[in-house]
Each structure stands twice: as structure tokens, then as C-alpha cells.
Nanobody
């Protein structure tokens, strides 16, 4: 089992920045890709950014050029640097990791961007 704990969310004004972190613990050996998703009120959860085992990154078009996903060398912590935030980025953000064919989710952390 892998446990994930997110941190770094909160309230920020439009144009501001936040950095989300997600720390994995438990059976972390073999963690492959890592990702961030978000779910806005009344909408389905959607992929925001992902980073593969060889550090290939991919982004949703809505965040390209503003968000940056990265992770530490141990591949147990994944980050999401969010710049130039917009009110439409308001959502609960979830990290996810893939390990040996299974996907694990964090509990989610709220990000609110005020206009």
C-alpha cells in the first residue's frame, strides 16, 4: 500500500502562486508515474499534469505554461508549482501515483483563487 499526503493548498488572489506537495509513504519501491488531478465543484475529476518514470511531463491545455510538475530524486514526493493562477483553477487537487499496476490517491487539498 502507498499512502499519500498533500500539502500547500489554500487561498490566493488571481495572478498569485502556490506550490503543492504530495509525499508518498509505505510501499514506495516501484512507484512509476505520478500525477495531479483536480475536481472543481459540479465537475468531474480531471488530469492536470503527469510525470512519467523517465520524467516525461504532460499537461492539460488549460494549465500549460502556468503549472510545472516535478518530483524529487527518490520519486516519493511530487510537486505542482502553480503560477499565474486564475479563478477557474479553484478546485480540490488530488495527487496520484502508479505502482505495479495500481493507482493510489491522496485525500485531496483545496485551492481557492479569488478574483
Amino acid at each position: 500500500q502507498v499512502q499519500l499526503v498533500e500539502s500547500g493548498g489554500g487561498l490566493v488572489q488571481a495572478g498569485g502562486s502556490l506550490r503543492l506537495s504530495c509525499a508518498a509513504s509505505g510501499s514506495t519501491f516501484g512507484i512509476d508515474a505520478m500525477a495531479w488531478h483536480r475536481q472543481a465543484q459540479g465537475k468531474e475529476r480531471a488530469l492536470v499534469a503527469s510525470i512519467s518514470s523517465i520524467d516525461f511531463t504532460d499537461y492539460d491545455d488549460a494549465v500549460k505554461g502556468r503549472f510545472t510538475i516535478s518530483r524529487d530524486n527518490a520519486k516519493t514526493t511530487v510537486y505542482l508549482q502553480m503560477d499565474s493562477l486564475k479563478p477557474e483553477d479553484t478546485a480540490v487537487y488530488y495527487c496520484a501515483v502508479y505502482r505495479m499496476g495500481q493507482k493510489y490517491w491522496g485525500q485531496g487539498i483545496r485551492v481557492t483563487v479569488s478574483s
